[in-house]
C-alpha cells in the first residue's frame, strides 16, 4: 500500500502549482482521498478531499476558489491545483487514503495510509 505525492516546489506567491498523488497497492476506487499539509511549528490541517461514493469534493475555507481537487480512478492518480498561491499555504503537503466526509476534511484520524509529503513553498 502505498501513496507518492509529487509536485512540491518554491514558487512566488500569485503562482501555481500542481501536485500529484500516485496510489498502488490497494483498490484504489474504495478509498476517499485527502490532502493535508503541515506548515513549520504547526499541526497538521485538512486542505480537501474527494469522496469515493459520490465524487464529492470538500475544501478547508482558506483555499476555497484557489484550489481544485480532481481524481483519477483509472490511473490512481489524485490532483491538486493550486491557484493565486499565498506565503501562508507554505508546508509540507500529503495526500492520505481514507474517508473523505463534508465538513469533516480536518480529520487526519479519518485517513489510515499516507504518503510521504512533498515540499510547498510559497514566497512573497
Not at 501536485?19 to 474504495?30: H, I, K, M, N, V
Not at 459520490?54 to 490532483?79: C, L, P, Q, W
Request: hydrophobic letters at 30%; proline letters at 2%.
Amino acid at each position: 500500500v502505498q501513496l507518492v505525492e509529487s509536485g512540491g516546489d518554491l514558487v512566488q506567491a500569485g503562482r501555481s502549482l500542481r501536485l500529484s498523488c500516485e496510489a498502488s497497492g490497494f483498490t484504489f476506487d474504495d478509498y476517499g482521498i485527502g490532502w493535508f499539509r503541515q506548515a513549520p511549528g504547526k499541526e497538521r490541517e485538512g486542505v480537501s478531499c474527494i469522496s469515493n461514493t459520490d465524487g464529492s469534493i470538500h475544501y478547508r475555507e482558506s483555499v476555497k476558489g484557489r484550489f481544485t481537487m480532481s481524481r483519477d480512478n483509472a490511473n490512481k492518480m489524485v490532483y491538486l491545483q493550486m491557484n493565486s498561491l499565498k506565503p501562508e499555504d507554505t508546508g509540507v503537503y500529503y495526500c492520505a487514503a481514507g474517508v473523505c466526509l463534508r465538513g469533516y476534511v480536518n480529520r487526519a484520524d479519518l485517513f489510515g495510509t499516507w504518503g510521504q509529503g512533498t515540499q510547498v513553498t510559497v514566497s512573497s
